[in-house]
């Protein structure tokens, strides 16, 4: 073979290299209507949700290189497996008039392209992987009057088989640091009694509210109750919904704000105070100081339910910016972090 018919196919062999690696990470990607501006440090994705039902939720992933939409339809949450590959939940129309939607939970690694679904379809909901990416914690629901179980799966296999299951409403699965335990949330009436400083009853009837218990990764042995009041006081009025748990403890939204609680259960103390009729919805850590934060403001639109605003705080002195408000009837509804060279 002469000589430049040998480099212009040496040329071709990696010009065909680089595009399979380019050109198949680019198959995962589409172009994004929405970007925060958010460039680092690490990965953050967010699910933009339009307040017309008719157009599509869009998961948009944000980096260095800039904001680029994942091409998975009908997506309602994703959490990062790695800092590579997201587990995303996919809404599936109902087989039968009337029926319930189900989810499907799919792999979408960022650099292959590749998307593949994990477990069978189901009424899945507040799936959690562990910090490094092996187990993944997922709540289900087992009949048409909202039943639930949480389950636990090898993120290794493809969920045919759970490793342990609890089979109880426990919701909103947050792991320790060191993947041993669990916070999870239980609806409860107030466990200091309804003559308490928080507990409420109607005609009788105590009325129920989200509190942090902290349960074994294995999903054994006894729930224990995280007192979510300030230390030695009452309960927090309302409940506690949990975000994540960090080195620092665990950190919850509650009306008054974020707070950090300890995992040992004697109280929570608040970190974070958007003001105003402002409300926390959602948050992640996004580094050992800092967390990203989707805040609501009642003020602006008190019909909707969802944010608008992103919010950078700075955990050791409890400020806070808004780093991004979305456009008119666009909302953030989910967010997760990773961090990332």
């Not at 198959?27 to 039902?53: C, K, M, Q, S």
């Not at 039968?96 to 069978?120: C, H, K, N, W």
């Not at 948050?283 to 919010?311: I, N």
């Amino acid at each position: 073979m002469p000589p430049v018919q040998k480099r212009r196919l040496a040329r071709l062999a990696l010009g065909l290299a680089l595009c399979l690696g380019a050109c198949s990470r680019e198959r995962a990607f589409a172009p994004a209507p929405y970007d925060t501006g958010f460039r680092g440090p690490g990965r953050l994705v967010i699910l933009f949700e339009n307040a017309d039902p008719a157009v599509p939720r869009v998961l948009v992933v944000h980096d260095r290189d800039g904001a680029r939409a994942i091409r998975v339809d009908n997506a309602r949450a994703a959490r990062w497996i790695s800092k590579s590959a997201l587990l995303v939940s996919q809404e599936l129309a109902p087989t039968e008039e009337y029926g319930l939607p189900s989810t499907q939970l799919l792999r979408v690694d960022l650099e292959s392209g590749a998307i593949e679904p994990f477990a069978s379809a189901a009424r899945w909901f507040d799936a959690e992987p562990d910090p490094r990416g092996e187990r993944l914690a997922a709540g289900v629901e087992v009949d048409d009057q909202g039943a639930s179980e949480l389950v636990l799966f090898s993120l290794a296999s493809r969920g045919e088989k759970p490793l342990a299951d609890a089979p109880r409403a426990l919701d909103r699965p947050r792991w320790s640091p060191d993947g041993a335990a669990l916070v999870v949330l239980q609806t409860i009436a107030d466990p200091d009694g309804a003559d308490s400083e928080t507990g409420i009853s109607f005609g009788g009837q105590e009325v129920a509210f989200p509190r942090l218990f902290r349960l074994s990764a294995a999903l054994d042995g006894k729930l224990v109750l995280l007192r979510d009041g300030d230390p030695g006081g009452p309960l927090a009025p309302g409940g506690s919904l949990p975000l994540w748990w960090d080195a620092r403890g665990v950190y919850a939204k509650q009306r008054r704000g974020l707070v950090l609680c300890d995992p040992s259960g004697s109280g929570c103390r608040l970190a974070f105070a958007p003001g105003g009729e402002r409300r926390v919805v959602d948050g992640r850590a996004s580094g050992p100081d800092e967390a990203l934060l989707l805040v609501r403001d009642h003020s602006e639109q008190p019909d909707t339910e969802l944010p608008q605003d992103l919010y950078r705080v700075h955990l050791d002195s409890g400020k806070g910016e808004a780093i991004y408000h979305a456009p008119h009837d666009v909302f953030l509804s989910e967010l997760d972090w990773v961090a990332s060279p």
